[in-house]
């Protein structure tokens, strides 16, 4: 397709999108919030992704974002503007930490343990009564921005055009040849000169500010903060399904997964409580046997076809 | 001298593989000659700062070197041609040769220049530029790698067992191109295709068991009647 007509179309997209609280009700715009936020957070799963790396954390980071935020508003007095950014720095200096850790292991034993990220941090904020309110947690005063819907929308927005952006520059900058070459064989990127721990930690920060910058938003959003929620392992698994439904290694293929994933789990929620779930899952499986590259990937593969059969 | 190794040892485990090797590369092509599991590999990966050596020196325009991580080494001037090829396949020509100069000092600069030469060594990489490496052929992929190493502007060039699983045609035309690179740069190649590597280096080490067992020029080994019996097979 014309690159012109794609941006022309991307801008279109925008405009709807930044505009959709003049033609929708409080229900669609909660239903698009959701599918913004959890659209940030596949954006994010893949940008780490792209160097190889599977991470089974994006909830850990997101509830100790949620729980930073609550936390800044009503332990340091913060305006709930800065705690969401208090928070996305919270969860970097978190990832700064463990990435020292835990980045140097590779494959299934980097994922098992980005996986009890969320475990770990859900019980040590559960077991610590005083300052986190432990299995009850904290609520706030008030929700952000008097809690109007278009409000709340457009600051989900504005979190999901932080990880758009970052994608973007990912995509367009020096990461995108480094995180490439990683995940296409380590040895061949040392003997190049690349420092392999320092451009992972580097992604593992930046993608974790973003999903500390997206539960602050959440917090805030909804007021409060329980281990339960916040930590719920929904944050992880279903932006890791839109991103493979979508098309893993781009910034498209997530947002492609999670308006089409988001919006039928809003139906199936309706048809068959729970039972959405299992759908998930049959999707997963489906799309890793027989559509690996996810939708996306079959698109780009049928343009190129056409394009060399025009050649 | 530009790379001075000097009693090195290293291994794997408690498996010893290097006893102490001593070897040096100045401004020529040195070859490393010997068996399956001799250690020349090892040798390469412990300059390379992919091994970690049990003991001795490694010095490398002057500078100490052993124990250096890898993309220091590679940053420093050393370029290798792994002997799986090591490539990106999923990316395209293009991206691979930039992905040789783009974090290196000696070939960022002069990246354009470095193309050009790369490109005229190597015809077919012009012809195929924007096609994913993963699907071009084995020889084609040979190229791509050395290309992807010059990229660097290393003052020394590696290559481990460049001819592995090459065509005979395919591996004499790699040596050409070898010989021709001579000229410019310090090259340490190592290699079991003894008969073809002789005519692009202009000197050589036996290695066996993990130590020396031969040093000479390439016209020197040619004659020698223990390279003769075992390597050249007449």
Redesign the interface.
């Given at each position: 397709m014309n690159r012109n007509l794609l941006r022309i179309l991307a801008a279109l997209v925008a405009v709807a999108a930044v505009a959709l609280p003049a033609f929708a009700g409080a229900y669609p715009l909660q239903v698009a919030r959701n599918v913004i936020l959890y659209m940030a957070l596949a954006i994010t799963w893949d940008m780490l992704l792209r160097s190889g790396q599977i991470s089974f954390g994006i909830a850990g980071l997101f509830g100790l974002g949620a729980y930073a935020s609550v936390l800044g508003v009503l332990r340091a007095g913060m305006s709930p503007l800065l705690s969401i950014a208090f928070a996305g720095a919270f969860a970097g200096l978190a990832a700064l930490l463990i990435g020292f850790l835990i980045l140097r292991l590779r494959a299934i034993y980097f994922s098992i343990v980005t996986l009890a990220l969320a475990e770990i941090f859900r019980i040590v904020i559960q077991n610590l009564h005083d300052f986190t309110g432990g299995p009850e947690g904290l609520v706030l005063d008030g929700v952000i921005l008097g809690g109007s819907a278009s409000g709340l929308y457009w600051l989900t927005l504005a979190g999901l055009a932080v990880a758009l952006g970052a994608s973007w520059w990912f995509e367009k900058s020096k990461f995108h040849f480094a995180l490439t070459a990683i995940r296409n064989n380590e040895t061949a990127a040392k003997s190049s000169g690349i420092d392999i721990f320092r451009w992972l930690l580097a992604t593992f920060v930046i993608t974790s500010v973003i999903q500390g910058f997206l539960g602050g938003i959440y917090g805030q959003s909804y007021g409060f903060a329980t281990p339960d929620s916040v930590f719920d392992a929904n944050f992880t698994l279903l932006p890791l399904a839109m991103a493979l439904l979508g098309g893993i290694h781009s910034t498209v293929g997530p947002i492609f997964g999670a308006v089409l994933l988001g919006l039928a789990a809003e139906w199936l929620k309706l048809q068959i409580p729970y039972g959405h779930l299992v759908v998930y899952g049959v999707i997963i499986i489906i799309v890793i046997l027989f559509i690996p590259g996810g939708l996306y990937g079959l698109i780009k593969k049928a343009n190129r076809a056409s394009e060399g059969r025009k050649a | 001298m530009i790379l001075d190794v000097k009693k090195l040892e290293a291994g794997y485990g408690k498996l010893r593989v290097l006893d102490g090797i001593s070897l040096s590369v100045g401004k020529e092509s040195v070859g490393l000659f010997g068996p399956n599991g001799a250690g020349k590999t090892t040798i390469i990966n412990a300059i390379?700062g992919?091994v970690k050596p049990w003991g001795g020196t490694i010095e490398f325009e002057g500078t100490r070197m052993e124990g250096m991580?890898?993309?220091l080494v590679?940053?420093a001037g050393i370029?290798?041609v792994?002997q799986e090829r090591?490539?990106?396949?999923?990316?395209s020509v293009a991206?691979n040769l930039?992905?040789?100069a783009?974090?290196?000092p000696r070939g960022k600069p002069i990246m354009a220049r470095q193309l050009e030469t790369v490109l005229e060594l190597f015809p077919i990489l012009k012809e195929r530029y924007r096609q994913y490496v993963g699907t071009m052929s084995g020889g084609q992929q040979r190229m791509v790698a050395i290309g992807?190493a010059l990229m660097?502007n290393p003052a020394l060039l590696i290559l481990d067992e460049p001819s592995l699983g090459l065509q005979p045609s395919i591996v004499a035309e790699v040596f050409d191109r070898l010989a021709l690179l001579k000229k410019d740069i310090s090259i340490l190649v190592t290699e079991q295709n003894v008969r073809e590597s002789l005519r692009a280096i202009d000197r050589g080490y036996v290695i066996e068991n993990g130590a020396v067992v031969l040093e000479d020029t390439a016209a020197g080994l040619a004659v020698n009647p223990h390279v003769v019996s075992a390597y050249l097979g007449i």
């Open positions: - | 390379m992919i991580a890898t993309h590679a940053r370029a290798l792994p090591e490539l990106f396949p999923g990316m991206d930039e992905l040789g783009a974090w290196v992807r660097a």
